[in-house]
């Protein structure tokens, strides 16, 4: 067969609406967080016991996303990149709705929360599929040149999500009086996300499918068991994407989402000023996927994230011994260097793990390594990092953390096969 069908890219609109559409998933998961204190009283009757069932629920949900990686990326293996999007956001679409139309502890007891936490559990399952679905789309529907800058899209996206969430909640808060807010306010910004997964639905029913699948179904490529082939054929290559996703993971979960805490619970500054800092980070992280992801496509992968991972060894130390000065502008500069190198390692890491698996088992390779590390070293580590100051008393802990990953990831980044100026379609067995 020719290669002309997989070197062809699909249609701007087609990469536009792939792109944007991860605001969905980080919509969902900055308003959870924002509101677990609103939805502990609501669900299960208030009090610290209560908070803490509710960020357990968040916790669990975590557990959930390999297995939805899994299953996704399965069908997206056999079936088509196009199934896995449409699936994964019919899902998510159902998921926010059923939750804002949830019954209350006042209204059904106990039940009221399990069904809060069953439901948390199905939209980290979907959210499991959705972002390795979007990263493999992008790139194989990128023009060869522009893999790098492309495939950032869905990591700036992200944050627009979450500042989006910032924004609605907020706004919801002004507006409905507290009472209000517990009896039925609450209930506002989770129809918003689910009105804004069914609109991102519609628009991802025009996707086309990815050029790389169409050359798998026409040449009779696709494994029956993607997730077998991939380990049988591309080890290395998972063990590469787990290795540059935990970096990715605990820069962006320690160096930035865990930031705001880390600033209260030292005392530093006013919660006020601590959520602003967040709030910054995330518009750094917009500005800085697109110039990294460039830069990926210009100077390599390759150099690209060794510079990333050294500055990780170096810098998050410091940065963390400056937030807990207590100067507003040297905890500016310190949540903006952490976010710049969070944000710089999101969107380069996203398409060189993509890069590192063949067209055929690449959604299954990127549950196997992107997504178990994000398990591992994302949705923890902020808690480990709160535990382990608690032990230490030592306020740089965060930044040590950030910096033991740097420094075990930097051999496999320096023997890693550069991989943005090989085509797409070449096969890369002699890479794994």
């Not at 998933?25 to 609103?38: G, K, P, R, S």
């Not at 502990?40 to 208030?46: A, E, K, L, T």
């Not at 390594?369 to 902020?382: C, D, I, S």
């Not at 930044?399 to 991989?419: D, H, K, N, Q, S």
Request: proline share 5%.
């Amino acid at each position: 067969m020719s290669d002309t069908v997989f070197r062809k890219s699909v249609p701007m609109a087609s990469i536009v609406v792939a792109g944007v559409s991860t605001v969905v998933e980080w919509y969902d998961f900055t308003l959870y967080i924002y509101f677990a204190t609103v939805l502990s009283r609501v669900f299960f009757g208030g009090g610290e016991a209560s908070l803490v069932t509710t960020l357990a629920g968040f916790a669990i949900a975590y557990l959930m996303r390999p297995l939805g990686a899994f299953v996704f990326g399965h069908i997206g293996d056999r079936f088509g990149r196009r199934h896995t999007l449409l699936l994964s956001m019919a899902l998510m679409s159902a998921a926010m709705l059923a939750m804002a139309l949830l019954p209350t502890a006042a209204q059904a007891g106990p039940v009221a929360g399990l069904l809060l936490l069953a439901l948390r559990c199905l939209m980290g399952f979907a959210v499991g599929g959705e972002y390795t679905g979007v990263v493999a789309y992008l790139l194989e529907g990128a023009p060869e040149a522009r893999r790098g800058l492309v495939a950032s899209l869905a990591a700036a996206a992200s944050e627009i999500g979450a500042l989006l969430a910032v924004g609605v909640a907020a706004l919801t808060v002004h507006i409905v009086g507290a009472h209000d807010l517990e009896t039925w306010g609450w209930r506002i910004p989770f129809l918003v996300g689910a009105a804004l997964a069914v609109v991102v639905w519609i628009a991802r029913s025009t996707l086309h499918e990815s050029p790389d699948f169409e050359r798998q179904r026409e040449s009779g490529s696709t494994p029956d068991n993607p997730l077998l082939h991939t380990l049988k054929h591309h080890f290395r290559g998972v063990m590469r994407g787990f290795a540059i996703s935990a970096l990715g993971s605990i820069t962006y979960y320690v160096g930035i989402g865990y930031v705001p805490a880390f600033i209260d619970s030292a005392g530093a500054l006013p919660e006020s000023q601590a959520l602003w800092l967040s709030t910054l980070a995330a518009v750094v992280v917009i500005a800085v996927t697109p110039v990294v992801g460039h830069l990926s496509d210009r100077l390599g992968r390759k150099p690209v994230l060794i510079a990333l991972s050294i500055g990780s060894a170096v810098l998050p130390v410091t940065m963390f011994s400056l937030m807990t000065s207590g100067s507003p502008l040297r905890a500016l500069l310190g949540a903006v260097v952490l976010a710049t190198v969070a944000g710089g390692v999101s969107a380069v890491g996203a398409v060189t793990t993509a890069e590192q698996f063949p067209g055929e088992g690449r959604l299954s390779g990127l549950a196997l390594g992107a997504t178990v590390a994000t398990a591992v070293f994302g949705g923890f580590t902020p808690w480990l990092a709160q535990v382990l100051i608690a032990r230490t008393h030592l306020a740089i802990v965060p930044g040590i953390m950030i910096a033991v990953v740097a420094v075990c990831v930097l051999p496999v980044l320096v023997t890693l096969p550069e991989t943005a100026k090989r085509p797409q379609n070449k096969n890369l067995a002699e890479r794994s």
